[in-house]
């Protein structure tokens, strides 16, 4: 089993519908994630963190965890066809030095007008 | 504040080359990191540092070496560039105060083809 895992995509929405996007993590004792957005071409920029389970919303994003079932999910709401665009999971590797993150293989989205 | 920046933005070298991909960057960060993404992939640590003078291996580190001899610049460095090194090399850098939130910023990349 990989350490997070994400559905490669492509993820195709409507303008104006909400994306779900879903991450799995296999080390139990995570406590934070991470969501970078990455337009193609450009570097991954962050977007979302979250360490408690439940949702937390910033603008048209939603980041929502669950730690009994090891998955995060980001949700955008009203997608825009700026939101086209791949988007990275990561997790800190816990017990290690110097804030190392595992990256998942992103998930592809796509926002048709 | 410019960040992280890194030079150069695109390179192409022949097998059996070498050369200095440099990463610097102005947030006084202890942490900085070197990623490569091929396409369609997500990021793979080759090498990170905690700080000037002391650096580590990642996940994919062979063919690479990096240095750090201050907090600003991490340059990774090729030896005997091969084909399967074409790729988006990425630096980054974080904050070390500890915070769960502490994230990693990164440079714009550099995309090296090896030919």
């Known amino acids: 089993q990989k350490e997070v895992e994400q559905n490669s995509g492509p993820l195709s929405v409507p303008e104006g519908a909400i994306a779900s996007l879903n991450c799995t993590y296999s080390d139990r004792g995570s406590q934070s994630f991470f969501w970078y957005r990455q337009y193609s071409g450009k570097s991954p920029e962050l977007i979302m963190f979250?360490?408690?389970?439940g949702d937390k919303e910033d603008g048209r994003f939603t980041a929502q965890l669950n730690k009994a079932s090891q998955y995060v999910s980001l949700l955008i709401r009203d997608s825009q066809p700026s939101d086209s665009a791949t988007y990275l999971c990561a997790v800190p590797k816990i017990k290690a030095a110097g804030n190392k993150l595992t990256f998942g293989g992103g998930t592809r989205v796509l926002v048709k007008p | 504040n410019a960040g992280v920046t890194q030079t150069p933005k695109f390179r192409i070298l022949k097998i059996g080359q070498s050369m200095t991909l440099q990463c610097t960057q102005d947030m006084n960060h202890n942490y900085m990191y070197w990623y490569r993404q091929d396409p369609g992939m997500g990021l793979k640590l080759i090498y990170y540092?905690?700080?000037?003078?002391?650096?580590d291996k990642g996940e994919v580190p062979n063919g690479y070496n990096v240095s750090r001899s201050t907090t600003e610049d991490f340059p990774l460095r090729l030896e005997l560039a091969a084909p399967s090194q074409t790729s988006v090399y990425f630096c980054?850098?974080?904050?070390?105060?500890?915070?769960?939130?502490?994230?990693?910023?990164f440079g714009p990349g550099t995309r090296l083809l090896v030919l």
């Open positions: 540092s905690v700080g000037a003078g002391i650096t």
């Open positions: 980054a850098s974080s904050s070390s105060s500890g915070g769960a939130w502490e994230t990693q910023y």
């Open positions: 979250i360490y408690s389970n």
